[in-house]
C-alpha cells in the first residue's frame, strides 16, 4: 500500500500528482485570493483617503479577513418567509461555482517539469482547449443566473431590482466584452489561451509602420500591437469587465443608496460569503484574462520562462490595484449613462476597433 | 471507451430530465432555470461528438443571452404559479385546445425520430462524415463560402424580427 503511494510520486506515474496538485492550487488560491483582496480593498481604501484601515487583528491587521470569515461562519442563516426556498439556496452555489469553473481554461505560467521531477514537462493551466476564450465568455455569461435568481428568490423589491439592473448590465457590456475578445483572437488567430500567450513572446520588429524599424524595445503583447488599436481593445475590454463584475463605477445591482445591497439584501452568513466571494473572484479571473490576452501572460523583457509565472502575478497584482483604484476614486455613473456608454460609446467603438484591426491582419499579414 | 459512455449517459440524461422538467412543472421561473440545465447537458453531449466549439456556442447563445431575456421577462411580468386544481377539474376530453395540438406534435415529432434513428446508416454513421467539423477555421469557411446564402438568409431573417418587435413596442397608444 505504502509503495504504491510512493510509486505516484515517482515517474511516470507523478505526472497525475503534478496535474492534481494545479487543480488544488487553483482552487485554494482563488478562494484565499478573495480574502487578500477583501484586506487590500480596505487598506487601499483606507490609504486613499487618509485613514488607517484594519490594525487590530494580527500585524498591520493581516489577520482581519480570517475574523471576518470566522464571523460570517458564525452568522445564524436567515431566509425570508416568502422566499423561494430551492433558488434561494441554489442561486449563491451557481454565483461560486460558475466563478470558479471560468479560471478552468486560463494559464498562469510556461510549461515546467518542477525542477527535473516529472519527465514530460506539465501546462501551469489546468485544461488546454481550443475554444479557452470562448468558454470563459460562456460561463462568465452563465453566471448572470445566479445573480437573477437571487434577486427573485428573495422575494423582495430591493432584491428583484438588482437583479434585474445587474442582468440588463451584463448583458449590455457582454457585446463590447466579446467584440474586445475577437479582436485578440484575430491577432492571434486561435482561440487557445496558450497560442494566444505564445505569440506574445518576444518583440516587435517596428514600432508604428513596417517602415520604421525601431526592434527589440517594444515587448510582442497584444496591448501594443498595431497601435492604437491593441491599446483601445484592451481598455474596452477592460472597462466592459469592471461592468461585468459589477464593480464601482458601474456597481448598480447593489447601490446602497438607492437599493440597499442589491441583489443580496436579504442574505446572510455563508450564502452572503459566497456572493461576496464570488464577486472577487470574478475580478481575479477578468484580470488573469486580460493579463494573458492582452500583457503577454507570463512572459516578461528579460525575464526567463521558468519565472514567468512570476511576472504574471505581478501583472495580476497590478490589475487588481488598478480595480480597486477605480471604486475608490470615481462615482458611481447614473444608470443611463450608463446604457448609454455600454451600447452608445463602447459598442461602435468596439465594433470599428474589430474592423480595423481585420483590415490590419489582411494588410500586414501580421 | 467507457468513459465516453458514461458521459453521454449523464449528458442525456441532464438533458432529458431538465427538458421534462420544463414542461412537467408549473412555475415558471423553474422552467426556464429547468431549460438552462438542459441546454448544459446538450454542450455536454456536443463536446463528446468533438465539436466544442458548438458546445461554447450552445451555452453563449442560449444559456447566456437568450434564457437570460426570458427569465427577465417571466420575472417583469411576474407570472404566477399555473393553478393546478383548476386543470384538473376539467374533463380529460373537455381539455384547453393546446393539449390537443401538442400531442399532435408530440406524435410527429416522435415519428421523425424514428425516421432519423432508422436512416441513421444511410449517411454513414454518426460523426464519421466531416472529422475536421470541430475546427473553428473550417466551420468559418464552410458558413462564409458553401453556405453563404443560408448564412445571410438566416441573418436577413432574425433583422427583420428584431426590427419588427421594435416598432411594434414602439407604437404609440393603441
Not at chain 1, 494545479?22 to 484586506?39: H, N, P
Not at chain 1, 484601515?53 to 500585524?59: D, R
Not at chain 1, 524595445?217 to 469587465?241: E, K, Q, S, Y
Request: glycine fraction near 8%.
Amino acid at each position: 500500500m505504502l509503495d504504491f503511494v510512493f510509486s505516484l510520486f515517482r515517474p511516470p506515474y507523478n505526472w497525475w500528482v503534478a496535474y492534481a496538485a494545479i487543480v488544488g492550487v487553483i482552487f485554494m488560491a482563488l478562494q484565499i485570493s478573495a480574502a487578500v483582496m477583501v484586506y487590500f480593498e480596505r487598506k487601499v481604501s483606507a490609504w486613499m483617503q487618509q485613514r488607517y484601515g484594519p490594525t487590530l487583528v494580527g500585524p498591520s491587521g493581516t489577520l482581519q479577513p480570517i475574523a471576518d470569515v470566522v464571523k460570517l461562519i458564525f452568522k445564524e442563516e436567515l431566509r425570508p418567509k416568502a422566499a423561494d426556498s430551492l433558488l434561494f439556496t441554489l442561486a449563491p452555489v451557481i454565483s461560486v461555482a460558475t466563478c470558479l469553473i471560468a479560471f478552468a481554461p486560463v494559464p498562469f505560467g510556461g510549461s515546467t517539469t518542477f525542477f527535473g521531477w516529472l519527465e514530460e514537462p506539465v501546462a501551469l493551466q489546468i485544461a488546454d482547449l481550443d475554444v479557452g476564450v470562448l468558454v470563459v465568455f460562456a460561463v462568465a455569461s452563465v453566471g448572470v443566473y445566479g445573480i437573477v435568481l437571487a434577486g427573485w428568490a428573495s422575494n423582495s423589491k430591493y432584491a428583484l431590482l438588482g437583479g434585474l439592473r445587474s442582468s440588463a448590465q451584463m448583458i449590455s457590456y457582454e457585446l463590447a466584452y466579446g467584440m474586445a475578445l475577437a479582436t485578440v483572437v484575430l491577432l492571434a488567430g486561435s482561440m487557445s489561451f496558450r497560442e494566444i500567450v505564445d505569440a506574445q513572446a518576444g518583440y516587435f520588429a517596428y514600432l508604428v509602420l513596417p517602415s520604421i524599424n525601431i526592434p527589440d524595445v517594444i515587448p510582442r503583447w497584444n496591448v501594443f500591437a498595431m497601435f492604437p488599436f491593441g491599446l483601445i481593445a484592451f481598455l474596452l475590454f477592460f472597462t466592459a469587465g469592471v461592468a461585468e463584475t459589477n464593480r464601482a463605477p458601474f456597481d448598480f445591482p447593489e447601490a446602497e443608496q438607492e437599493l440597499v445591497a442589491g441583489y443580496h439584501t436579504e442574505y446572510s452568513s455563508m450564502r452572503f460569503a459566497m456572493f461576496f466571494m464570488a464577486e472577487y473572484i470574478n475580478m481575479v479571473t477578468v484580470s488573469a484574462v486580460a493579463v494573458n490576452l492582452f500583457l503577454g501572460g507570463w512572459h516578461f523583457p528579460f525575464v526567463p520562462e521558468g519565472y514567468g509565472w512570476i511576472m504574471f502575478l505581478v501583472k495580476l497584482a497590478a490589475l487588481l490595484f488598478f480595480y480597486l483604484w477605480l471604486r475608490w476614486t470615481l462615482p458611481r455613473v447614473r444608470y443611463d449613462q450608463l446604457m448609454t456608454l455600454g451600447w452608445k460609446i463602447l459598442l461602435p467603438v468596439a465594433t470599428i476597433n474589430l474592423l480595423a484591426v481585420a483590415a490590419g491582419v489582411i494588410a500586414f499579414g501580421l | 471507451m467507457a468513459f465516453d459512455l458514461i458521459a453521454f449517459y449523464v449528458f442525456a440524461a441532464i438533458t432529458v430530465l431538465g427538458a421534462l422538467a420544463v414542461v412537467g412543472q408549473r412555475n415558471p421561473v423553474y422552467s426556464v432555470v429547468a431549460i438552462v440545465g438542459s441546454f448544459c447537458g446538450l454542450s455536454g453531449l456536443y463536446v463528446l461528438l468533438e465539436a466544442p466549439f458548438v458546445a461554447v456556442v450552445q451555452i453563449i447563445i442560449y444559456a447566456g443571452a437568450i434564457l437570460v431575456l426570458f427569465l427577465f421577462t417571466v420575472m417583469l411580468l411576474n407570472a404566477t404559479r399555473e393553478d393546478g386544481a383548476e386543470w384538473d377539474r376539467s374533463h380529460p376530453y373537455y381539455r384547453p385546445g393546446p393539449t390537443r395540438i401538442g400531442g399532435v406534435l408530440a406524435v410527429v415529432l416522435l415519428g421523425q425520430l424514428l425516421w432519423a434513428m432508422t436512416h441513421i446508416a444511410d449517411t454513414g454513421g454518426i460523426g464519421e462524415q466531416q472529422p475536421a467539423a470541430s475546427s473553428v477555421r473550417l466551420l468559418g469557411r464552410v458558413l462564409f463560402t458553401d453556405y453563404m446564402f443560408a448564412f445571410e438568409v438566416t441573418s436577413i431573417l432574425i433583422i427583420a424580427a428584431m426590427v419588427g418587435a421594435v416598432v411594434l413596442a414602439g407604437r404609440k397608444g393603441n
